[in-house]
């Protein structure tokens, strides 16, 4: 894969993980499971970060 479309995925991972959390906010559901599916979204991004050994964008 090409270092273009990790970040893509990445990116889309960190948007739908903060898009859980404000579903959760906004009572669509209990708060608690946006938060807790934000943060099983954001780990996977993480571990799936490590795997294709991308560093951090600034």
């Known amino acids: 894969m090409e270092e273009n ?5 990445l990116y ?3 948007v739908l993980g903060l898009i ?3 579903l959760g906010v906004f ?4 708060i ?3 938060v ?4 099983i979204i954001w ?3 993480g571990g799936y970060r490590q795997y294709f050994g991308v ?3 600034r």
């Open 36 to 39: 807790l599916g934000a943060i």
């Open 5 to 9: 479309q990790v970040n893509f995925i």
């Open 12 to 14: 889309i991972m960190g």
């Open 20 to 22: 859980v959390l404000l």
């Open 27 to 30: 009572d669509f559901y209990p």
């Open 55 to 57: 560093g951090k964008v």
């Open 43 to 45: 780990v996977i991004g």
């Open 32 to 34: 608690k499971y946006g």
